[in-house]
């Protein structure tokens, strides 16, 4: 009788979610990178469940339990790289399949993460898409660093004789990427005007605005469900709204700039299912008048807030809107 696969008998289910879960907040050298693409399956679970689907049930729970520990170490981000580990799992899924790497089909790759884990676990990987977006990334993520990545004598582009041992799929992505950042700085960059610090403006914050329908206010109230500019473990960002005559005003309040007053919550907003607060009077807009305002076209537009970078640091910045912003 044919032996079951591990992963018909058991699964760290659990400490595998988890690790999965925290793979959202990796950037660096994350696939995810490349290119978005919906419902991209995460590398930990995608290289667990290749790996538990490709060995055998253990013969004695000692062994079984033993493999699941594996298996939530394999699944780590941290040891996506880790020779040893990555070197074991392949010993395993050989031995596994008399010594052959297996052939692995997945007929709707998407993202490319189960054939990118079926690779680096050795085997011989088939990904299917119709879908032309999705093909271009899988072959970034699988073809092309596997036919381009590797070391090779490169002729320098002065034309001389001279060559250097360079990765060409690096040097032509470094290549084009900056002809493209330069002809898009030559076609949009005006509209991309450097502060005075050398910050690019990346993303404007804007809000939705309705008149307060308090017959004695009118004040315009800026349509937010929340405050919260940037919200992160070491980095805690928000828009602090204050009241200034008959106006609602901002402030930017957290790390790096103001500090946040102690009884300011910027989870709670101006809106909530389509029922507005005036700041300035109290006054409450129900959610069918706040859908009347925007179908009679009394609603506007507000720019808060800029988010801008600048070249050579990490992260994001932010201020207050000018009206030159709004040029």
């Known amino acids: 009788m044919k032996r079951k696969r591990f992963i018909e008998v058991t699964f760290p289910v659990k400490e595998v979610s988890e690790i999965s879960a925290k793979e959202k907040n990796i950037r660096h050298g994350h696939i995810s990178t490349l ?8 590398l930990a679970s995608s290289r667990a469940t290749n790996y538990a689907a490709l060995i055998p ?9 033993k493999t699941k520990q594996f298996i939530i170490e394999l699944s780590k981000w941290e040891n996506s790289l880790n020779r040893g580990i990555i070197e074991k799992a392949r010993e395993d899924i050989l031995k596994a399949n008399g010594g052959n790497p297996p052939r692995v089909l997945d007929p709707f790759s998407g993202g490319g993460s189960v054939p990118l884990e079926a690779l680096r676990l050795g085997c011989e990987t088939h990904a299917l898409e119709y ?10 993520t699988l073809e092309y660093p596997q036919k381009y ?11 001389l004789l001279k060559s250097k041992t360079a990765n060409p799929l690096l040097e032509d992505v470094k290549k084009w990427g900056e002809w493209v950042l330069k002809r898009a700085e030559e ?28 017959p004695a206010c009118g004040a315009e109230i800026p349509l937010m469900r929340q405050f919260w500019l940037a919200k992160k473990k070491n980095k805690k960002v928000a828009l602090y709204p204050y009241v200034e005559g008959r106006s609602l005003k901002f402030r930017i309040v957290g790390d790096g700039y103001d500090k946040m007053p102690d009884d300011f ?5 101006t809106v909530s299912r389509a029922i507005a607060t005036c700041r300035i009077c109290g006054f409450t807009v129900e959610a069918d008048t706040t859908r009347k305002l ?7 537009r507000r720019m808060i807030a800029v988010v801008l970078h600048k070249s050579g640091l990490t992260g994001k910045k932010y201020r207050l809107a000018t009206e030159k912003d709004m040029e």
């Open 294 to 300: 925007f179908q009679e076209g009394k609603a506007s």
């Open 57 to 65: 049930e253990p013969e004695t729970q000692e062994e079984l339990e």
């Open 149 to 159: 990545g590797q070391p090779a004598e490169i002729k320098q582009e002065s034309g």
């Open 35 to 42: 290119h978005i693409w919906w419902a991209r399956r995460p």
């Open 187 to 214: 076609e949009i960059g005006r509209f991309y005007p450097q502060d005075e610090d050398g910050s690019i403006p990346v993303g404007f914050i804007w809000a939705r605005t309705i008149p307060c329908q308090n």
């Open 131 to 140: 879908n032309p977006v999705a093909t271009l990334i899988l072959k970034c």
């Open 265 to 269: 919550d910027p989870t709670q907003g």
